[in-house]
């Protein structure tokens, strides 16, 4: 079985063409796709493409470091983890990039 480990399918850029690219994905002999939330926005997404399209997008919920402030409730990611269909945690960015100044939280 070959998976792509880290492919952003989640991003908005791939909302048009998304049947597209899992096809050209799937030409190529991938398996599998796991896609790493990063923000509060794309867990939806993350869960969407997960739910359409199931044993081929295996989701990875998570929030990267720098978008943690973006929501109010950082607990809300809980409630991704509960469906029990996450295969990873991440995006999650312990390398905590330049200029980042919120390790804490």
Excluded: Q
Aim: net charge negative.
């Amino acid at each position: 079985m070959l998976i792509d480990t880290h492919a952003h399918l989640n991003e908005t850029v791939f909302e048009e063409k998304i049947e597209a690219v899992m096809g050209r994905a799937k030409k190529a002999l991938i398996d599998a796709c796991i896609v790493p939330a990063y923000d509060f926005n794309s867990l939806a997404r993350t869960e969407t493409l997960a739910l359409n399209n199931p044993g081929f997008i295996l989701p990875a919920f998570g929030i990267h470091p720098w978008f943690v402030d973006e929501h109010d409730d950082v607990k809300a990611l809980k409630t991704y983890f509960e469906r029990g269909d996450a295969v990873a945690v991440g995006e999650i960015g312990l390398d905590f990039g330049v200029g980042f100044n919120n390790k804490e939280r």
